[in-house]
């Protein structure tokens, strides 16, 4: 590992003015490539004090052993040379997109005397005319199939028409109608060219001009009575709408555009592009990459941009993209892409409209797939075993965690503080063992003594029944309540499994929190982590590890230490960590939504025991609104079926005892309720929820 001040420039040396930097490890390989507006100014920022640095940005500096750069006279002469320094030299800190494929696309090679229409991968050639990419090579030859039967284009391989001319005979496609045959002269080349020109202007979009003029011979032919003609016609139009419909009109006015979205988290980043031409989408197309270097959603569009553009020309750049985020500063990424399409080129963040909306289904389409990734990644056997002996190493721990349970704490302004406990067996959810708590112990916010009992609670537990079996002796009394709200699960296969006898109740069914785990992770920094092992040391257990992982740099935190260990952010520890701690997050706070939304549909009839949702909705609807019932005398309320006399005698108690709320609320539309109602009745559809001035449920303000 280096220091960055072996290395750093003397002041002075660097000049003030645009360019483009490489850094350089021990052995000359370059591991960084970047460009700047000041080569001064951005080359300090390396060299500042390594506590300030982003841990990547770390990693980097350190890793290197020098540093060059290159002046250029504008900034978009060092975006174009950064993206082909980034393509020569292959850089391990710098953002990359690949694909896991070369996307096909139909392709028209106008270049030959016959054109002939084909799928085509790879780098595009002079000459040939391009529609797409596509996501599928099956999409294409669909789209083909369908439009050969109007245009009959040559389909064929050049040694399959050379074989044809020679013979005389014509392919099984010239046989059926869906080629026009000019192998053996049944067309002429001019007509052939004529027949495939009107193919790409139908795939660029030109297609009611051409539908209205098909449907014009239809009818005449109709009137002479050539009705085989005019039925050959009428088919052939409804081959053409169909595979229109494969290529919904998505924006007016016949829009060239691309649209860009970006799903990121701290790790990983998935790239959506849809291609939209003549107002439809003619393809789509993703990447997913590690977010080797510290980077913001604009950077990350620029890195896509240089990828999706560095090698296109003319029509290939269209005259519009949308992206989600700007780069910094966009007027040279803007210059750049115009100077590539030959003309002027708008890029922006669409704000309103139809634009909006389907920038909004591209940017769903990118979380799917960084999701998908997420889930392939971590289904792998190999990877999983990789993760677990990272930890493991990292860790110090005496072998790899093949159970481990993470903790997590969420609140709303500090009502409904509640808990959750996820469970991962061998890299793997082990949904059935997740459990669920209330916080108990005290009121208000406090997360690391909430943490402190929820483990206490969940370990006590443990400890009881180890004592119950005879397999502890000298264990603390159990006396926490277990807090679990899910159903216990079966145990895994996959640890050094107890006997049976001790992880299963005399009916049969598994004990909760009979399994310990061999870590237990944290969602939070050193607070948190020191709160999870003074539980842990109070009840004097010792063969159980304790980490943290901080969101903010994902650092993993461990009891005592006053520096966080940072993983290398392509590590696959790190990732199962955090794809632990994610999970446990979301479980706690879906606990909490949950909570919360009962609390405001609570009803003073909740409290009459033997009363059912059937029968409170039926005195609702008898009466009309809580307030009335209210004032119902016993006999009045004994008259609803399905409520004796001693329910409603109780139903009158349970009433006098409730203290009548504020105004009801409709959560839904806001709307403050009728005098005549009171919090927790139900109006319009029953079980709708009301709310009685409850805090703001604003999101940011969850835990």
């Known amino acids: 590992m280096a220091d960055p001040s072996s290395y750093r420039p003397r002041p002075g040396e660097i000049p003030d003015s645009p360019g483009v930097y490489r850094f350089r490890d021990e052995h000359r390989r370059v591991i960084y490539v970047g460009k700047a507006k000041s080569l001064r100014q951005r080359l300090a920022n390396y060299f500042q004090d390594l506590a300030g640095l982003h841990p990547r940005t770390r990693s980097m500096v350190t890793t290197a052993a020098s540093v060059e750069w290159t002046v250029v006279s504008t900034e978009v002469e060092a975006l174009q040379l950064e993206y082909s320094w980034i393509k020569e030299y292959d850089p391990r800190f710098n953002v990359k997109y690949r694909d ?66 020679r013979t ?42 051409y539908l209205r003029r098909l449907e014009r011979q239809m009818v005449e032919a109709a009137e002479d009575m050539e009705y085989e003609r005019a039925a050959r016609l009428r088919d052939d139009i409804g081959a053409l709408k169909k595979a229109m419909e494969k290529n919904a009109v998505v924006l007016a006015d016949a829009t060239d555009a691309d649209l860009i979205a970006v799903a990121e988290d701290e790790l990983e980043a998935a790239v ?86 389907l920038m909004e289904t591209v940017e769903r389409n990118a979380q799917q797939a960084l999701v998908l990734h997420k889930t392939k990644r971590a289904s792998d056997l190999t990877t999983r075993s990789r993760a677990l002996e990272e930890i493991s190493d990292t860790l110090e721990l005496d072998s790899a965690p093949l159970r481990i349970e993470c903790y997590d704490i969420s609140h709303l302004q500090g009502d409904d503080v509640v808990a959750s406990m996820v469970v991962f067996e061998d890299g793997l959810a082990r949904k059935s063992e997740y459990r669920r708590f209330q916080i108990k112990g005290f009121a208000g916010q406090d997360d690391v003594r909430s943490m402190h009992e929820v483990i206490t609670r969940r370990f006590r537990r443990y400890l009881a029944e180890k004592e119950r079996t005879g397999e502890w002796s000298d264990g603390d009394e159990a006396g926490a309540e277990p807090g679990a709200q899910a159903d216990p699960g079966t145990a895994s296969g996959g640890l050094a499994e107890p006997p049976a006898s001790t992880l299963t109740e005399d009916d049969g069914r598994p004990k909760r929190f009979a399994y310990p785990p061999q870590l237990v992770v944290v969602d939070g920094g050193a607070p948190q982590v020191a709160a999870a092992q003074r539980a842990l040391d109070e009840l004097g257990i010792d063969d159980i590890a304790v980490c943290g992982l901080a969101k903010r740099l994902e650092e993993v935190w ?63 609807k008898h009466f009309g609104s809580l307030k009335r019932l209210r004032s119902a005398t016993i006999e009045q309320i004994c008259d609803v079926p399905g409520i004796g006399r001693k329910t409603a005698e109780t139903i009158v108690a349970a009433l006098a005892q409730a203290v009548p709320g504020g105004p009801a609320v409709n959560t839904a539309t806001g709307e403050i309720m009728d005098d005549t109602e009171e919090p927790g009745q139900q109006t319009g559809s029953p079980g709708e929820p009301v709310s009685t001035g409850a805090p703001d449920e604003r999101r940011g303000q969850e835990r």
């Not at 789509?284 to 941009?305: C, F, M």
């Not at 500063?329 to 139809?354: A, I, K």
């Open 168 to 209: 005389g005979r014509p392919c099984l496609l010239g046989y059926i109608g869906k080629c026009s045959a000019p192998c053996v002269e049944r067309i002429t080349a001019e007509d052939h060219r004529e027949l495939a020109e009107e193919f790409c202007d139908f795939m660029a979009g030109r297609t009611g001009t």
């Open 100 to 165: 896991d494929k070369s996307y096909p696309y139909l392709a028209v090679t106008m270049n030959e005397d016959f054109p002939r229409v084909q799928v085509m991968r790879g780098h595009k050639k002079k000459g040939v005319r391009y529609f797409g990419p596509y996501a599928h090579a099956w999409a294409i030859r669909d789209t083909v199939d369908l439009m050969l039967r109007v245009f009959p284009v040559r389909t064929c391989s050049a040694g399959v028409f050379k074989n044809a001319a």
């Open 558 to 620: 461990l009891p005592g230490d006053d520096d966080p260990v940072v993983l290398p952010r392509t590590s696959e520890g790190l990732y199962l960590l955090q794809r632990i701690r994610d999970e446990a997050h979301r479980f706690a706070i879906t606990y909490q939504r949950t909570k919360r939304a009962k609390r405001f549909r609570s009803s003073p009839l909740d409290d009459v025991p033997g009363l059912g949702d059937t029968r409170k909705q039926a005195l609702i």
């Open 272 to 357: 959506q592009i849809f291609h939209v031409r003549g107002g439809r989408v003619r393809g789509q197309r993703g990447w997913v990459t590690d977010k080797v270097e510290d980077v913001t959603t604009g950077a990350l569009v620029e890195h896509a941009l240089q990828q999706l553009y560095g090698e296109e020309t003319g029509d290939a750049v269209p005259r519009e993209v949308l992206v989600p985020a700007l780069p910094d500063p966009v007027e040279p990424v803007q210059e750049w892409l115009t100077g590539r399409r030959g003309s002027n080129v708008s890029l922006r963040v669409p704000q309103r409209g139809d634009k909006k909306a």
